[in-house]
């Protein structure tokens, strides 16, 4: 299908970030931490919206666009995290958006240094910090594949 569904509202420091930083929930598995730290807020927001209601087009639309734009900001030497995690309603009304907000993501220069683990199925996947290094658990190939 060819609906093209989403639009994005960029925020920055300049136009709101503080009202998308108010109403995120960042680090759920780091919550002695209160994310972001002082100082470490992501440079700016993209608000991803949706014009129809979200089924699973929508949702492949949603990812196949996250992605793609967490590999331009990478190439371009930045970091992103998507945030799913946010009061929908409150987003939706602070920034006068007509469409119903799915997602957001986060840009801007990483303030720690982030390694991928690898771990095989059944480990946990729950991220952690340890000496100033954020884990990532990823599966290895040979768990990927079936």
């Not at 002695?32 to 992501?42: I, K, R, S, V, Y």
């Not at 946010?86 to 009304?93: G, P, Q, S, Y």
């Given at each position: 299908?060819?609906?093209?569904?989403?639009?994005?509202?960029?925020?920055?420091?300049?136009?709101?970030?503080?009202?998308?930083?108010?109403?995120?929930?960042?680090?759920?598995?780091?919550?002695?931490?209160?994310?972001?730290?002082?100082?470490?807020?992501?440079?700016?927001?993209?608000?991803?919206?949706?014009?129809?209601?979200?089924?699973?087009?929508?949702?492949?639309?949603?990812?196949?666009s996250l992605q793609?734009?967490?590999?331009?900001?990478?190439?371009?030497?930045?970091?992103?995290?998507i945030i799913?995690?946010?009061?929908?309603?409150?987003?939706?009304?602070?920034?006068?958006?007509?469409?119903?907000?799915?997602?957001?993501?986060?840009?801007?220069?990483?303030?720690?240094?982030?390694?991928?683990?690898?771990?095989?199925?059944?480990?946990?996947?729950?991220?952690?910090?340890?000496?100033?290094?954020?884990?990532?658990?990823?599966?290895?190939?040979?768990?990927?594949?079936?």
């Amino acid at each position: 299908m060819n609906r093209q569904p989403l639009r994005f509202h960029l925020v920055t420091r300049d136009s709101g970030s503080d009202k998308v930083l108010a109403n995120i929930r960042m680090g759920a598995a780091l919550p002695e931490l209160h994310l972001p730290l002082p100082g470490t807020a992501p440079e700016a927001f993209i608000i991803v919206c949706s014009t129809v209601p979200e089924d699973r087009y929508v949702d492949i639309d949603l990812g196949i666009s996250l992605q793609s734009m967490l590999l331009k900001a990478t190439s371009e030497g930045l970091n992103g995290l998507i945030i799913c995690a946010f009061d929908k309603t409150v987003i939706k009304e602070s920034f006068g958006l007509v469409c119903e907000p799915l997602a957001i993501l986060a840009v801007g220069k990483g303030a720690e240094s982030i390694f991928l683990r690898p771990i095989h199925s059944g480990e946990s996947h729950a991220y952690y910090r340890k000496d100033g290094i954020h884990y990532v658990p990823k599966l290895t190939l040979d768990d990927l594949l079936i």
